[in-house]
Nanobody
C-alpha cells in the first residue's frame, strides 16, 4: 500500500521556522511530482510549493523567498522548509504526490503561527 505521511507541524511564533517532512512508503518518491498544499479554515486548498522528478521547483507568490521545497530520494522524503512564518501561514499542510495516472494525498499536518 502506498502511503505519504507528513510530520513536523506545530505551533510557532511569527518570524519562526518549521520544517515539514513527507515520507513515502510502498513507492519511490523519485517517480512523482511532489507538492505541498495548505488549507486554512473557510478557505480552499491551495498549492504552496511543487517539485518535479527532475528537481524543478515552483512556489506560490505568498511564500516565495520564505519557503523551500526539496527532495531526498535516498530517504524517500520530501521537505518543506518554512522560514519567516506569518500568522497567515496558519493552515493544515498536505503532501501531494502525482503521476499522469495517479494522485496520492497525505493526512495533513497542522501549522499554527501565533504569538
Amino acid at each position: 500500500q502506498v502511503q505519504f505521511v507528513e510530520s513536523g507541524g506545530g505551533l510557532v511564533q511569527p518570524g519562526g521556522s518549521l520544517r515539514l517532512s513527507c515520507a513515502a512508503s510502498g513507492s519511490a518518491v523519485r517517480i512523482y511530482a511532489m507538492g505541498w498544499y495548505r488549507q486554512a479554515p473557510g478557505k480552499q486548498r491551495e498549492l504552496v510549493a511543487g517539485i518535479t522528478p527532475g528537481g524543478s521547483t515552483n512556489y506560490a507568490d505568498s511564500v516565495k523567498g520564505r519557503f523551500t521545497i526539496s527532495r531526498d530520494n535516498a530517504k524517500n522524503t520530501v521537505y518543506l522548509q518554512m522560514n519567516s512564518l506569518k500568522p497567515e501561514d496558519t493552515a493544515v499542510y498536505y503532501c501531494n504526490a502525482r503521476t499522469v495516472t495517479i494522485t496520492h494525498w497525505g493526512q495533513g499536518t497542522q501549522v499554527t503561527v501565533s504569538s
